[in-house]
């Protein structure tokens, strides 16, 4: 089991960009698919970005395509996730955690407290 943090959000305008965080206290990530989800209030959580192991290849969803950006540092237990010209739609708790490439799914059951990414019209 590995203990993951988001950090990074908060509230901003139309518009805006924020960059999240996503670090691992326990055991490395850094040779494994990573993910990024997030979930609105009354709703499931969804599938937002994702980057391949070695971070060659990324995948989005279509809703941030073209606005988010996801990436990874080789070998260090970090990945971020760039977020650009956010809409208030965008608003939501972002997790991060491992995620199995097609069909786009969390890999374990353990989910962080998550990161607020608030955007105001």
């Known amino acids: 089991q590995v203990q993951l943090e988001e950090s990074g959000g908060g509230l901003v305008q139309a518009g805006g960009s924020l960059r999240l965080s996503c670090a691992s206290s326990?055991?490395?990530?850094?040779?494994?698919?990573m993910g990024w989800f997030r979930q609105i209030p009354g709703k499931e959580r969804e599938f937002v970005a994702a980057?391949?192991?070695?971070?060659?290849?990324?995948y989005y969803a279509d809703a941030v395509k073209g606005r988010f950006t996801i990436s990874r540092t080789a070998g260090k237990n970090t990945m971020s996730l760039q977020m650009n010209s956010l809409k208030p739609e965008d608003t939501a708790v972002y997790y991060c955690?491992?995620?199995?490439?097609?069909?786009?799914?969390?890999?374990?059951?353990?989910w962080g407290q998550g990161t607020q990414v608030t955007v105001s019209s």
């Open positions: 955690n491992h995620i199995n490439i097609w069909p786009m799914t969390p890999k374990n059951d353990y």
């Open positions: 980057i391949s192991a070695l971070g060659s290849s990324t």
């Open positions: 326990g055991r490395a990530f850094s040779n494994v698919a």
